[in-house]
């Protein structure tokens, strides 16, 4: 099942030149940019400059994000974004990783969207493993993984500089066959 996916209140596709406006809002939001490592501000070209990469991007291509854009059914709203890239060497794993905007927070949008994109990892590129790394003070993000299934695997002590202080990260991993539901 390629690209789109549909999921109860959610359509989860390429980028369109129609998400600037969305995604440069979402990507300088403070809240959103707290634990991500893209630089701000993010400029409107920076964001322009993105969409045209992910609009023709292949997903799949080892060593290369794809980042497929969530957009919500009842409305067409750009609401965020699940990003994967599978690793150069090792193609049957893949790094993981998910925005969405504020506004869209506690929803349950989030999980719909990285369920929808781990079923299309597993079942249609055929990953083993998926790993998703995130800041040790990212409680939202620490409990959507959990949520999915995914075990903590690694707390890198002082392991990325932010600009401004080093901080701790956790790493997460799922396996498919731990990912299979009943």
Request: charged share 25%.
């Amino acid at each position: 099942m390629p690209l789109p996916l549909v999921t109860e209140r959610l359509l989860l596709r390429h980028f369109h030149e129609s998400d600037l406006d969305a995604f440069h809002a979402y990507r300088n939001d403070p809240e959103v940019f707290k634990y991500q490592g893209w630089n701000v501000p993010y400029s409107r070209e920076m964001a322009a400059e993105f969409i045209a990469t992910m609009k023709d991007a292949v997903p799949g291509e080892e060593g290369h994000w794809f980042q497929v854009a969530v957009q919500r059914r009842s409305d067409y709203a750009l609401i965020g974004d699940v990003a994967f890239c599978p690793l150069r060497g090792s193609p049957r794993q893949a790094f993981f990783g998910f925005s969405l905007a504020r506004r869209f927070w506690g929803q349950g949008y989030a999980v719909e969207a990285t369920q929808a994109v781990l079923d299309y990892l597993f079942r249609e590129l055929d990953m083993h493993r998926i790993v998703a790394d995130c800041d040790a003070e990212n409680v939202h993000s620490i409990r959507l993984l959990e949520r999915l299934g995914f075990r903590r695997e690694a707390h890198h002590l002082e392991s990325y500089w932010t600009g401004e202080q080093w901080r701790d990260e956790y790493v997460y991993a799922l396996l498919e066959r731990e990912a299979r539901r009943p």
